[in-house]
């Protein structure tokens, strides 16, 4: 409890009086500041007794429209106050909200004397995701002499979760793949380092797996077997250049890309097998780990993942476009530059269309291919292919198609494996579908691109994408078919 000002001022009043009526001799002045003392004891009492009241009967809820909500979205919060009778003090109350949370103002209330109800309501944003409980309110008593607070009421929790993809396809030509990262076995018995079995010798076994000192110990041959080095050293290639950023935000390319990505980093885990990360942005390498069997390795790749952000992309870009229909719409600046070549289509020298694929037209000259500085064939030479044979995941989209098949060639010439996971672009239209014939025509030649690499040895290729759009777009074109 807390004396206001001017409950100050009239017990400052007493003293005095009492000092007057010392140095003067007049009873009178003694007795108005014992007066004095007494009302003040008598209002404080009095104070106290409706503060414990209001406390006892004072009922706060607060609820969220919403318990559960994305990152980055917000929720109307509402507080109701009760008393279950009314009281001759002002009550107030001050919502608070939890560190994490935002609203554009704070939520007050206050119960007037003679009041027994209040309400009201602010709309809270959530930037961070986690578990957030509210603080109980403060509530605030006072009558104009004294004031005292407390805390009351219910504590909800919000709980706010990361935007990630939904319904992840992972698979080729709309069929889900059992296992995008593969199944491989580990420990078998054979030629190899680490000694495994001890058995009676064969005919076939040579002479350097008899074990020696078994043979004089039992007085017969034996031979002891040893187990295969299996485990697979893979690296993980993330792409996460500017057109990686396309989609809607919490399902853009990457974050279906970067779900995938961490899937295969638990898959590696749990078979154990050293994997490494080189990511890629649009000024090269960014970052490489080194594969690693260890907790900590795994941990530091999965981190790794979460802090990658794609630059912002123009989402006006042709790319993403869903109004123009026409025969080269929806097409990467790559693909359009492949159609331009194999029509023989001239550019003019004003013209801003040519100039936007004049560039992509140089990128293939004199039957060869120029890699550009911020590739990923590049980043793949400069890294994966300077290792030891390896086991490589690729993931990223089908925008720079020349790249992909460029980096693939590199890698076969390893000697490496090859998983691509790309992300087909049509999937990815911020503005939806558009006209959903177009959109399966630009599938199929994706899922051309797809087959086309996954002809080649030792190279998987699997798409990423929303599996309520593919079905979309697979849906239309069965329909297609049925009535051609």
């Known amino acids: 409890m807390r004396p206001t000002r001017r409950s100050w001022a009239i017990l400052s009043l007493a003293p005095v009086l009492a000092l007057f009526g010392v140095v003067l001799s007049r009873l009178p002045l003694l007795v108005g500041a014992a007066m004095v003392g007494t009302w003040v004891l008598v209002r404080q ?39 279950e009778r009314p009281v001759d003090v002002a009550v107030s109350l001050s919502a608070g909200l939890p560190t994490a949370a935002t609203a554009n103002e704070r939520l007050e209330l206050e119960l007037k004397p003679g009041e027994t109800e209040t309400t009201g ?141 961490l899937a295969t980093v638990d898959a590696a885990r749990q078979l154990a097998d050293p994997l490494g990360l080189v990511t890629v942005g649009d000024d090269g390498i960014t970052s490489q780990i080194e594969p690693s069997s260890t907790f900590e390795g795994y941990a530091r790749i999965r981190r790794r993942l979460f802090d990658l952000e794609p630059a ?25 530059a492949d159609a331009t070549r194999e029509q023989g289509l001239p550019l003019a020298d004003d013209d801003p269309f040519s100039a936007t694929l004049r560039p992509y037209l140089e990128f293939q000259t004199g039957g060869g291919t120029r890699i550009r500085t911020n590739s990923l064939a590049q980043a793949v030479g400069a890294s994966v292919a300077n290792r030891d044979r390896t086991f490589a995941i690729i993931v990223t989209d089908d925008e720079r198609r020349d790249d992909i098949l460029e980096t693939v060639r590199l890698l076969r010439n390893h000697g490496s494996d090859v998983l691509l996971l790309l992300t087909p672009t049509v999937l990815y239209e911020r503005g939806g579908l558009g006209d959903i014939e177009r959109a399966y025509e630009r ?26 759009r593919l079905a979309s777009v697979l849906s239309a074109g069965r329909q297609r078919g049925v009535s051609q």
């Open 121 to 261: 309501t602010t709309t809270v944003g959530w930037p961070v995701a986690g578990r957030h409980r509210f603080e109980r309110v403060t509530v605030d008593v006072a009558d104009g002499w004294f004031r005292t607070s407390f805390r009351t009421g219910t504590r909800p929790d919000v709980v706010v979760q990361p935007r990630t993809p939904r319904n992840v396809h992972v698979g080729a030509g709309g069929e889900q793949a059992v296992s995008p990262y593969g199944e491989h076995t580990g420990g078998r018995i054979g030629s190899g380092i680490e000694p495994a079995e001890l058995r009676e010798y064969l005919p076939g076994d040579t002479m350097d797996q008899i074990d020696w000192k078994a043979t004089a110990r039992q007085g017969t041959t034996y031979v002891r077997d040893s187990q295969s080095e299996t485990d697979r050293r893979t690296v993980l290639v993330v792409d996460y250049r500017r057109t990686l950023g396309d989609g809607t935000p919490g399902e853009t390319k990457f974050d279906y890309a970067r779900d995938v990505a």
């Open 45 to 83: 009492a009095r104070f106290l007794a409706t503060a414990r009241r209001t406390a006892a009967e004072l009922s706060v809820y607060r609820e969220p429209e919403r318990g559960t909500l994305r990152t980055g979205e917000s929720t109307p919060v509402t507080v109701i106050a009760r008393l």
């Open 443 to 468: 599938y199929v030649e994706f899922e051309d691109f797809r087959r086309r690499l996954s002809r080649m040895d030792r190279v998987n290729a699997l798409e990423i994408g929303p599996s309520d």
């Open 312 to 336: 912002a992309s123009d989402s006006d870009s042709s790319s993403n476009s869903t109004t123009d229909t026409g025969p080269l719409a929806h097409r990467s600046p790559v693909l359009l």
